[in-house]
């Protein structure tokens, strides 16, 4: 099945610096991404859908300032935590589709575990 | 619009026992259902989806789901447990005119030996 890396898988970093998050795929070209924020016990909150070439949709009350994505080829997106803050730790998971519209898969990377100190 | 609700946030069941997962969704068109697993710390992983075929859909690990629109529900189910099938589990409903897929919040399986 279609592979979708994502790197690094744990990271703890100092309040105030950045933290960039790479998702790549690395079988298929992704028409796609989608980045996530998951809370302890909680299910998956949409932060923003990104598509190749263009900016990032985000959803509302989610900073983009704050968390810059970045798609810039079919195989890899960046979600980039700018000013980390000990609120800003949670588990981010990226997804990829291959397909248009409804049927299309969605493909997970491992997801990172971001701590801020 | 879209939605969709997993009505437990927890089941527990024994080893050896069957499992239902329910799922119920709300859709103005067609809907595409799929049902992901998360173990602790880790991404999601396909177990089974439905795109307007077979209306049982057979997944990875024994699962099974069966798409009732009548009852507009997508129930998860497997007839015997492992521990290894202990787990977050999310329903996730993709819609024509939607391509973004809304999740469930999720169902925590607890298998006891």
């Known amino acids: 099945g279609a592979v979708v890396s994502q790197h690094p898988s744990r990271v703890i970093c100092k309040s105030g610096t950045s933290v960039k998050i790479e998702c790549r795929s690395l079988?298929?070209?992704?028409?796609?991404m989608f980045w996530y924020r998951q809370f302890p016990k909680k299910s998956l909150m949409l932060m923003a859908t990104s598509n190749e070439g263009s900016k990032a949709t985000y959803e509302q009350g989610v900073e983009k300032d704050k968390f810059l994505i970045n798609h810039a080829s079919l195989t890899l997106s960046t979600l980039t935590v700018t000013s980390a803050h000990p609120e800003d730790s949670s588990f981010y998971i990226c997804s990829a589709t291959t397909g248009t519209g409804d049927t299309g898969e969605l493909f997970f990377g491992e997801g990172s575990r971001l701590t801020v100190l | 619009a879209q939605s969709v609700t997993q009505l437990d946030s927890h089941v527990s069941v024994s080893e050896g026992t069957p499992v239902l997962l329910r799922c119920n969704y709300s859709?103005?068109?067609?809907?595409?259902l799929f049902w992901y697993v998360q173990h602790p710390n880790k991404g999601l992983q396909l177990l089974l989806k439905y795109t307007s075929a077979a209306t049982l859909v057979k997944g990875i690990n024994g699962f099974e789901a069966e798409f009732k629109k009548s009852e507009t529900s997508f129930h998860l189910t497997k007839p015997s447990a492992h521990m290894s099938d202990a787990a977050e589990y999310f329903c996730?409903?993709?819609?024509?005119?939607?391509?973004?897929?809304?999740f469930g919040r999720g169902t925590s399986l607890i298998v006891h030996p």
């Open positions: 996730v409903v993709r819609t024509g005119g939607s391509y973004i897929p809304t």
């Open positions: 079988d298929f070209q992704a028409t796609t």
């Open positions: 859709s103005s068109y067609s809907p595409s």
